[in-house]
């Protein structure tokens, strides 16, 4: 509890920074946060679309074995 006490005072002490962010950084910060968004977005469709393709290649071969 007195860590937290101690972080929000020094956080409300502090004094503003003056300071710039060009806006290539800018741009720049804001495709890596795109990119990541997008790579955890791909990771999630796949682990979700893996058990569903496994389970519609066992139906297709459950189906080819019994119509030959």
């Not at 937290?4 to 946060?33: C, D, E, N, R, T």
């Not at 977005?41 to 679309?49: F, S, T």
């Amino acid at each position: 509890m007195k860590r937290l006490v101690a972080f929000l005072v020094a956080m409300l002490a502090a004094a503003p920074a003056a300071a710039y962010m060009g806006p290539g950084a800018g741009l720049g910060m804001l495709g890596s946060l795109a990119a990541v968004i997008g790579a955890v977005l791909v990771a999630l469709v796949a682990i979700v679309w893996m058990p569903i393709r496994i389970l519609l290649k066992r139906r297709r071969k459950e189906g080819a074995g019994k119509g030959a």
